[in-house]
């Protein structure tokens, strides 16, 4: 059964530190990946999704990898800025002839003025 | 403006009376999918649908109903709502090309307590 794991739960940086947030899955044999933002008491944000065949995927200041042997995905955001600030989650498909999606619990960032 | 909306944001309710909240999207998306999300517990998937009249059970698909007779509309029926079931519900929806490129799209969110 796929499953997700997001490190650190929370993370505190300056403003404009160059920082990585990652995503573990459990089955490496995914259809892709998707990155969210999601801000407090809202919906979610669709930042970068990843097919299965792709290594990464950029938009902006964003930049999405995938590493499908070894279960990892990460997402890499340039020059942070106090807007940054929110909740970020990542969604793996599921493997298993469904066609489900698992979350990880996310990692709540702070990008400090 | 492309979008999915959900009604109603927020609804307080008691235990065991029938309710129904509601899924649309305007973007003539196949997929479509119902998640709660809990403290701690993250986003969770109840129920997927990958057209009209096809649905399939996520991962927590107890205590809930779908149904897909349109396109466009997704509703999430709780028959007799429990305290348990007290939490944020999101519906999202995808244009199908294939599953690798199935970016899904949300809703704003549906805040229920159940009494």
């Known amino acids: 059964k796929q499953e997700v794991t997001q490190i650190p739960a929370a993370l505190s940086v300056p403003e404009g530190e160059n920082l990585v947030l990652n995503c573990s899955f459990t089955d490496s044999a995914i259809y892709n990946l998707q990155w969210f933002r999601q801000d407090p008491g809202k919906g979610l944000t669709s930042l970068l999704l990843?097919?299965?065949?792709?290594r990464e995927q950029t938009s902006g200041r964003l930049n999405a990898s995938l590493d499908k042997s070894s279960g990892r995905s990460t997402l890499y955001i340039a020059a942070s800025q106090p807007g940054d600030s929110a909740t970020y989650l990542c969604?793996?498909?599921?493997?298993?002839?469904?066609?489900?999606?698992?979350f990880g619990t996310g990692t709540r960032l702070k990008v400090l003025a | 403006e492309a979008q999915v909306t959900q009604n109603p944001r927020y609804l307080i309710t008691v235990t065991g009376k029938k309710l129904t909240v509601t899924c649309s999207q305007n973007m003539n998306h196949e997929y479509m999918s119902w998640y709660r999300q809990d403290p701690g517990l993250g986003l969770r998937q109840i129920y997927y649908?990958?057209?009209?009249?096809?649905?399939d059970k996520g991962d927590v698909p107890e205590g809930y109903k779908v149904s897909r007779k349109e396109k466009r509309n997704f509703p999430l029926i709780l028959e007799s709502p429990s305290p348990n079931q007290t939490s944020l519900y999101f519906c999202?929806?995808?244009?199908?090309?294939?599953?690798?490129?199935?970016?899904?799209?949300f809703g704003p969110g549906t805040r229920l307590t159940v009494l």
């Open positions: 969604a793996a498909s599921s493997s298993s002839g469904t066609y489900k999606y698992i």
């Open positions: 999202a929806s995808s244009l199908w090309a294939t599953i690798k490129k199935n970016e899904q799209f």
């Open positions: 990843i097919q299965s065949s792709q």
């Open positions: 649908s990958m057209n009209v009249e096809v649905t």
